[in-house]
């Protein structure tokens, strides 16, 4: 069983930064992709960012070139350094593990991810103008 702990939520002013951090535990696949997801009230769940296993990434459009995830996996840890941030990324973050075994459409594509396999509790990211 798959355990994630997120950790680094925060209020920052418009242009700060914060590094969200997310330790996983339990038998996470070779082949699976970890990701982050955010959920702002009343708003539907957005994906942020995804890593596969070989190290491929993929964003949403709106925090390209400002946000980046990348892994340590001898630290069994997941990362997202958020720069620029806006008013707009005000959100609760979570930290998530996918498959390929799912039946729907992958979340980040073209990474084949398309199952949520563990869901880590959250940090809240509060972000003012």
Not at 2 to 20: C, T
Not at 25 to 47: L, N, T, V, Y
Request: a negative charge; hydrophobic letters at 35%; proline letters at 3%.
């Amino acid at each position: 069983q798959v355990q994630l702990v997120e950790s680094g939520g925060g209020s920052v002013q418009s242009g700060g930064s914060l590094r969200l951090s997310c330790v996983t535990s339990g038998d996470i696949e070779r082949w699976g992709c970890m990701a982050w997801f955010r959920q702002a009230p009343g708003k539907e769940r957005e994906g942020v960012a995804a890593i596969d296993s070989a190290g491929i990434t993929r964003y949403a459009d709106s925090v390209l070139g400002r946000f980046t995830i990348s892994q340590v996996n001898a630290e069994k840890t997941l990362y997202l350094q958020m720069d620029s941030l806006k008013p707009e990324d005000t959100a609760m973050y979570h930290c998530a593990f996918l498959t390929t075994y799912g039946s729907g459409d992958a979340y980040f594509p073209p990474l084949g991810c398309n199952a949520l396999n563990a869901w880590g509790q959250g940090t809240q990211v509060t972000v003012s103008s």
